[in-house]
């Protein structure tokens, strides 16, 4: 089993910033992509942003691109999200996920963090 752990959520001014953290640990696998999403009270989930495991390639969704960062660190199984320039609309919880290498699904979820922008 793959354990995924998110933290460094909380409670910023809108402007601000924050950096997301997301500890992969466990059973080890093949890893095709981790990605960021994010649901809003009273909304569905949606996507933020991919990072592929193999060569690093990036994607984003619009309503965060030029303010949001994704990046990884290898050799610690962690993924980031470097979040700038914050607006209320951004105010979630944030969820990391991994899709192995071949299933097309997201396996595996953390528990979420809640992130909160205030005007």
């Known amino acids: 089993q793959v354990q995924l752990v998110e933290s460094g959520g909380g409670l910023v001014q809108a402007g601000g910033s924050l950096r997301l953290s997301c500890a992969a640990s466990?059973?080890?696998?093949?890893?095709?992509?981790m990605d960021w999403f994010r649901q809003a009270p009273g909304k569905e989930r949606e996507f933020v942003a991919r990072?592929?495991?193999?060569?690093?390639?990036?994607y984003y969704a619009d309503s965060v691109k030029g303010r949001f960062t994704i990046s990884r660190d290898n050799a610690e199984n962690t993924i980031y999200l470097q979040m700038n320039s914050l607006k209320r609309e951004d105010t979630a919880v944030y969820y990391c996920?991994?899709?192995?290498w071949g299933t097309g699904t997201h396996d595996y979820w953390g528990q979420g963090t809640q992130v909160t922008v205030s005007s």
């Open positions: 996920a991994l899709e192995p």
């Open positions: 990072i592929r495991w193999s060569n690093g390639n990036t």
């Open positions: 466990g059973r080890t696998i093949s890893t095709y992509a």
